[in-house]
C-alpha cells in the first residue's frame, strides 16, 4: 500500500497533541497508526517512530521549558539511560519476530493503560 501523506500527517498531529498534553505519543500512538492504519510493519514501524520523536519532543520541551515544567537534573540522568537503552533496543529489534513484537507492546500498552487507571 503506497503512504498516503495526508493519513501520515493526521497520524503525526495526533501524535503530537497527545505527546504535548501527556509527555507521550511516539510509540503509543505511532507505533499503532503505522501498523494499523498505514500498513506498516512492525520493524519499519518501530523505526520511523523513533524518527518522528526528536522532533516532536523538540517541539513540546520549548513549551515546557519555557513554562518551568521541566526538571533538567533529572532529564540529563534519564537522558544518559534512555539514548543507551535506545541504541540496545535498536539492535536487537531485528533479532526479535515481529508477532512477538507486536504482542509485547500490545501487553505493555495494556499494563500501563490498567496501572495509570487504578492510580
Known sequence: MPLSPLRAIALGLLAGTVAGM???????????????????????????????IVAAAGAALISFGLDGSVDWRAAVFITIGATTGAAIGARVLHLIPARVLTRSFSVLLLIAAVRMALS
Open 22 to 52: 501527556f509527555g507521550v505519543g511516539g510509540g503509543i500512538i505511532v507505533v499503532p497508526g503505522l501498523v494499523l492504519w498505514l500498513k506498516f510493519n512492525q520493524y519499519d514501524a518501530s523505526g520511523t517512530s523513533v524518527a518522528t
